[in-house]
């Protein structure tokens, strides 16, 4: 026997994986902010360790982690945000959350981009 019923749609987990992933990218920067205040600005420092090779190296840890893992994960969650957003998908305010988190993430990378931009023609000035 076939049921001619219509099914009720199944409720799109975009929302809440555009929150979810917007919310991670938020995360991993807050946890590297997190660790440079604790080791520069706590004092923890001894007099072995160079300060500018610790900047170096949390610098390099910046570019070539945190920057590409949380640029990809506020850019995912950007995505599927906008994407639940056009399809009026229910929690929309969970889609409306994660696109707000994502770019708030992306702003300031936008900005440095920017800046650096700006630097090398020659137009900003240097700090």
Do not use: K
């Not at 987990?13 to 807050?30: D, E, I, K, N």
């Not at 945000?81 to 305010?93: F, K, S």
């Amino acid at each position: 026997m076939i049921n001619d019923e219509p099914q009720a749609p199944r409720p799109s987990r975009l929302p809440a994986a555009s929150l979810a992933l917007s919310g991670a990218a938020w995360a991993a920067w807050l946890l590297w902010a997190l660790a440079f205040v604790l080791l520069v600005a706590g004092g923890t420092l001894d007099a072995s360790l160079d300060v500018d090779t610790l900047g170096e190296g949390l610098g390099s840890a910046a570019v070539f982690a945190v920057c590409p893992v949380t640029s990809l994960l506020a850019i995912l969650g950007f995505i599927l945000g906008i994407r639940a957003l056009v399809q009026q998908a229910p929690r929309r305010g969970l889609a409306i959350a994660g696109v707000l988190l994502a770019l708030g993430c992306l702003i300031p990378y936008v900005l440095l981009a920017a800046y650096l931009l700006l630097l090398d023609q020659g137009l900003a000035p240097a700090f």
